[in-house]
């Protein structure tokens, strides 16, 4: 402990830049966490289908008619605004939100979190990792 002291005072620049990547490493650990809690994998979301889970589309209509999840509702960003008065029974329920490629997912989430809806998430990588999994899209 004593060389350590001795260290950091002989070079306190060095000192104070490793406790500033340490800092940084920990708040990304920490974003990195929080984000997995609220972001589902394509394969996950095929189990959360399964299960009842309502999909929801952000993407525009035009988008949503050329490709779209088997189930999914189109919303629009207002749309989801008032979601809590028109999706009343899917409050329990997990509720999926995708986009292209994810963008627009975490700020759906807190969207749906500050309207109560108890199990939120969004589709991780967007429609984007979905087809990436070869996983089939329905037309409309």
Do not use: C
């Amino acid at each position: 402990m004593d060389r350590l002291l001795e260290y950091v005072s002989h070079h306190p620049g060095l000192a104070a830049a490793t406790a500033l990547v340490a800092a940084l490493v920990l708040v990304y650990e920490l974003r990195a966490r929080a984000d997995s809690k609220v972001t589902v994998t394509p394969q996950e979301l095929i189990r959360l289908m399964n299960q009842g889970a309502l999909v929801i589309d952000l993407r525009p209509s035009e988008q949503y008619q050329a490709g779209h999840l088997n189930g999914a509702r189109q919303m629009s960003g207002e749309q989801l605004l008032k979601a809590a008065e028109t999706l009343k029974k899917y409050r329990e329920k997990p509720v999926v939100v995708y986009d292209e490629a994810g963008s627009l997912g975490g700020a759906a989430v807190r969207q749906l979190s500050a309207q109560g809806f108890t199990q939120p998430f969004a589709l991780r990588g967007g429609l984007a990792a979905w087809r990436a999994d070869n996983l089939p899209v329905a037309r409309a």
